[in-house]
């Protein structure tokens, strides 16, 4: 119970210590790139740094147990776990993402009324996927359910998992505090 009250003042610290950016206001905007059908969403800065990934997945209930909300919990979570990880091992290095990026960009661009070259959008996105790589492994240390709902209509349980820079570097420091 101990180790909770100090994991729950540590993290509340840490939300109190945060800082401000002296980035503009179109570099803090961040970009938004849909993967998979749209259950998997990467989200950038204008710069191609990494802000957050974002996966869900739906798993149909085909039961009436009563634990079969919870496997379904479950067996969404890590569906949409593995979506995040089959993306970064996948799809980082392919055209599509490459493709998708340069897209995404266009679209934020024309919303902003600005233009950037070719050569800047593809450091850019260069950029995005040397980070992705560079941080793959605390990205998935960092993944945490973000939203979950069940439709009674559908009998559906729909999971959505986040990992952001702030859930990481979140993790890191209650892994320290844990001594880990």
């Not at 969403?41 to 909300?69: C, F, H, R, W």
């Not at 993402?97 to 679209?107: C, E, G, P, W």
């Not at 600005?114 to 998935?140: R, Y």
Request: proline share 1%; with cysteine; glycine share 4%.
């Amino acid at each position: 119970m101990k180790k909770l009250a100090i994991v729950l003042a540590v993290t509340i610290a840490l939300g109190g210590c945060s800082t401000f950016s002296k980035k503009t206001v179109a570099e803090q905007k961040p970009v938004v790139a849909e993967f998979v059908g749209g259950n998997l969403k990467v989200n950038y800065t204008m710069s191609g740094e990494l802000d957050s990934i974002v996966s869900s997945n739906s798993v149909k209930l085909t039961s009436t147990l009563p634990y079969a909300q919870d496997e379904a919990y479950t067996l969404a979570t890590l569906r949409a776990k593995k979506q995040i990880v089959q993306f970064m091992r996948e799809e980082l290095e392919t055209e599509k993402f490459a493709n998708t990026i340069f897209k995404s960009l266009q679209d934020a661009e024309a919303e902003d009324g600005k233009e950037t070259s070719k050569t800047v959008k593809s450091e850019i996105i260069g950029e995005l996927q040397s980070s992705i790589k560079q941080k793959s492994s605390a990205i998935l240390q960092g993944v945490f359910v973000d939203e979950k709902s069940y439709d009674a209509k559908t009998n559906t349980i729909t999971v959505v998992v986040k990992t952001s820079t702030k859930s990481v570097d979140t993790a890191k420091a209650l892994r320290k505090l844990m001594g880990n």
